[in-house]
């Protein structure tokens, strides 16, 4: 036990005091003391934030938190979350994209244009809206590398163009409605998925996160680095899947959970995965923290700025699919002023402005957020203006503590 106590003191990644990590279940807590204090908020602002907003309304109106409502809340946080997750890997590298609104109208546009005007079938839709933001990605990347001009000016340039090029896609008639037959119609509108399957994804997750956290830990062990005890694992991982059936039982108690909320969630975890555990997510890390140091690192900085640019096209017109699927039509008021709620749900869910911080749960978090906000106040019959001033708010709130939370971590030797 000796021994065994002294290969933890001296585990290579506890030799520096502020990374000491308590063990047990008392541990546990301490540790998250420990993070706060240091302003390693994580998380905790979003999820207070939004136990604030779903008290409030909950308690404003009956609707609020039924489970229907609910159900409706996931789906319309679909389209919007997917382009907030191109923000967020955007905002990683220190950047920003204006345009992601008039990217997802125009491959909605697109994507309408090819189904209905073309008669092509739904995928082959999807691909050319999707090949589109990808060159739309690409020639944003190489006008910053090789002039040097500020995202934030080559992408408010984009916002206006392809606003106007959705305007000509679309004609005179103004909207494109879908085929409401279509995969992509009924994905967004009438696909669910069945009760017993929810319990069985629940379970499947369950047990994949196990056995990486498991594997996870061996793999430290091995590098003489500390890890979590078998039973903190079997806790968490427990705690989670009750956690998640209960949400799933209340959800079924309505329409459930709708497969379009869950292809956005997978495709969360996908890019929560590629962002922690690869060489380019860590690159993308590097590059937001200090672009200058993470050349000399030998990072290619050009490839990683490319890829979140095209990254950021692509969700953006994932997101913009999603919507025209769910309103089952392209119309010209379609991603207008989209961008301004992506970036706010991705800066509410954590991402900084700041480049370097943030995870792509950020746009989960933050999508929440924002579409609880606007559900909550439509419910109260209050008027769209009062939307954006409450997301305002929200928005400033959330800056404010991500700078408070950056002095913090300066202070204490974290940044």
Not at 4 to 24: M, N, P, S
Not at 230 to 253: C, D, E, G, H, P
Request: glycine fraction near 12%.
């Amino acid at each position: 036990m000796a021994n065994r106590a002294d290969e933890q003191v001296v585990a290579a990644d506890q030799q520096d005091e502020r990374l000491t990590q308590y063990q047990g279940v008392r541990g546990l807590i301490q540790n998250a003391t420990e993070r706060v204090r240091g302003g390693e908020l994580g998380v905790l602002p979003v999820l207070v934030g939004l136990a604030i907003i779903w008290t409030i309304f909950g308690a404003l109106s009956s609707t609020f938190l039924s489970p229907t409502n609910l159900s409706n809340l996931l789906i319309q946080s679909a389209g919007l979350g997917m382009i907030a997750l191109g923000v967020v890997c955007v905002l990683l590298v220190g950047n920003i994209d204006l345009s992601v609104g008039s990217v997802s109208g125009l491959s909605a546009a697109i994507l309408a244009s090819i189904m209905v005007k073309s008669g092509f079938p739904v995928y082959i839709a999807v691909l050319g809206s999707v090949g589109a933001a990808i060159v739309i990605g690409l020639l944003y990347s190489f006008v910053h590398i090789r002039f040097g001009v500020p995202a934030f000016v080559i992408t408010l340039a984009g916002l206006l163009a392809f606003r106007g090029l959705k305007l000509w896609i679309l004609g005179t008639s103004g909207s494109v409605n879908l085929p409401y037959d279509s995969f992509l119609v009924r994905l967004g509108q009438t696909l669910f998925v069945p009760k017993t399957v929810s319990y069985v994804l629940i379970a499947v997750l369950t047990i994949a996160l196990l056995l990486f956290w498991i594997d996870n830990a061996r793999r430290r062990k091995t590098r003489g680095l500390s890890s979590k005890s078998w039973v903190m694992m079997i806790i968490q991982a427990v705690s989670l899947a009750a956690l998640l059936t209960v949400a799933i039982w209340y959800l079924n108690r309505g329409r459930g959970i709708a497969w379009m909320f869950v292809i956005f969630v997978v495709f969360v975890g996908l890019m929560h995965y590629l962002l922690t555990r690869t060489k380019w997510g860590r690159s993308v890390y590097a590059v937001g923290g200090n672009q200058e140091a993470a050349r000399r690192a030998g990072i290619r900085v050009s490839g990683v700025l490319t890829s979140t640019f095209v990254l950021g096209a692509v969700f953006a017109a994932l997101g913009g699919i999603m919507m025209a699927g769910r309103l089952a039509a392209a119309s010209q008021s379609a991603g207008n002023n989209l961008e301004l709620s992506a970036i706010a749900a991705a800066v509410i869910g954590g991402a900084s402005l700041f480049g370097g911080r943030g995870t792509a749960f950020s746009a989960l978090l933050g999508v929440l957020v924002i579409q609880s906000v606007d559900n909550g106040l439509v419910l109260l019959d209050l008027e769209s203006s009062y939307r954006f001033m409450v997301t305002g708010a929200v928005l400033l709130i959330a800056v404010i503590v991500d700078s408070a939370a950056s002095k913090s971590r300066k202070t204490h030797g974290r940044e």
